[in-house]
């Protein structure tokens, strides 16, 4: 079960890779500074999460103008998700939880996605500038997308 409205984000740092350079993605980077919106999907190269990332990327600037940084995580290599972020053109700041710690501090984790094993499920968080989630939804399926109105609408209510 997704972490609830309310609680402390747990803190994250994870390896993100573009251009061919690894770095490190961390949720402290944001804290005090701009409110961050945490969107986990299954896996790279499927159609659903293809969708979903291109669709945010096309509005990665109304994010910026809601003082919000996107961050995609997944289960993937941070060397599968810069060839699909190149493939596909997609912007955002992608991030690898290959160990899956992420998604199950968040309580997103499922045991067994079709056969192919543990992977994160489709979810969205707002995180505040503070650390604390201002908007939590785990999708029923992972063929269902976050309501992104809602998020941006949370957005629109932080300072």
Known sequence: MAIPVGSKAPDFSL???KGGNVSDVKLADNIGKKNTVVLFFPLAFTGVCTTEMCDVTAGLKNYEQLNAEVIGISVDSPFAQEAWAA???????????LNKKTAKDYGVLL????????TSARAAFVIDKNGVVQYSEQTPTPKDLPNFNAIRETLGKLK
């Open 15 to 17: 390896k993100s890779r």
């Open 111 to 118: 045991d067994d996605l079709g056969g192919f094993g543990s």
């Open 87 to 97: 493939k596909e053109k997609i912007e955002l700041k992608l991030a690898s939880d």
